[in-house]
């Protein structure tokens, strides 16, 4: 039996399996997704209850070889409270995206540490101004980790070296391109290049939201369209659940 103690974990999602016990399905730093099963976690004298929540820096202890580990202990890091709000949404949907993504016992150290930082970013008192470029920084490196996202140096197809005032369109099929007349969003060699540096920063997830924040406005834009596009063709089609909340409670405001 396969014994882990006190690993860092965010829980990304639960459901019920039993009258009294819940499948978690957890990001660690150093196992990936990992399915477990909290026995006993939905009475109310259970220690799990009041820890297993999302967006909140965990310790996780858990044993089994099985597909669907035991989990054995659970205990909260401390340092964040729960995002309210745009925020909240916002993290839900980085938690979906992460479902999606991501195969089970695929260790990604270096994506765990940028999605510790977007917690921080969301649970902060900046948060709302910061939202929407801590999301796409998110969304490129969370693309490159899992190898969805080209390199961002180069043409993808002719290897031909971005020109910084050439204009390039990301495209599901066929990586980065030269934008063609008709593109409706593109971003400049320039542009795509200070992304990539951002990205190769030690500390990713600030670097990048920062180069994201100092696009022009309607490169931003454009990088959300182009974004929105690779991930709805990477996670398999459909809206988003998180998105389509977001989308009605919009039209509702």
């Given at each position: 039996m396969k014994r882990v103690l006190h690993e860092p974990a965010y829980v990304l999602h639960r459901y019920d399996w039993s009258e009294s016990s819940v499948i978690v399905e957890a990001f660690s730093r150093a196992h990936g997704r990992v399915a477990l099963v909290a026995k006993g976690a939905k009475r109310p004298s259970s220690n799990f209850r009041p820890v297993l929540l999302p967006l909140q820096p965990l310790l996780l202890s858990w044993g089994g070889d099985a597909e669907i580990r035991t989990l054995k202990g659970a205990d909260w890091a401390g340092g964040l409270v729960m995002p309210v709000g745009e925020p909240l949404l916002s993290g839900y949907y980085a938690n979906?995206?992460?479902?999606?993504?991501?195969?089970?016992?695929?260790?990604?150290?270096?994506?765990?540490?940028?999605?510790?930082a977007l917690v921080h970013v969301l649970a902060s008192e900046y948060a709302?101004?910061?939202?929407?470029?801590?999301?796409?920084?998110?969304?490129?490196?969370?693309?490159?980790?899992?190898?969805?996202?080209?390199?961002l140096r180069a043409q993808t197809l002719t290897f031909a070296p971005l020109q910084p005032e050439a204009a390039y369109r990301l495209v599901p099929e066929g990586g980065l391109r030269a934008?063609?007349?008709?593109?409706?969003?593109?971003l400049v060699g320039a542009h795509w290049l200070v992304l990539a540096?951002?990205?190769?920063?030690?500390?990713?997830?600030?670097?990048?939201?920062?180069?994201?924040?100092?696009?022009?406005?309607?490169?931003?834009?454009?990088?959300?369209?182009?974004?929105?596009?690779?991930?709805?063709?990477?996670?398999?089609?459909?809206?988003l659940r998180t998105r389509q909340m977001m989308m009605d409670l919009q039209s509702l405001a």
């Open positions: 979906e995206l992460l479902m999606r993504l991501l195969a089970r016992e695929d260790a990604h150290s270096r994506l765990f540490d940028a999605y510790a709302e101004a910061l939202v929407a470029a801590a999301l796409r920084a998110f969304e490129l490196l969370l693309l490159r980790e899992t190898g969805h996202l080209p390199s934008a063609h007349d008709d593109d409706s969003a593109w540096d951002a990205m190769d920063d030690e500390a990713p997830l600030s670097t990048t939201l920062h180069a994201v924040a100092q696009l022009p406005g309607q490169a931003r834009a454009h990088l959300r369209q182009q974004l929105r596009a690779l991930l709805h063709y990477h996670c398999g089609g459909g809206t």
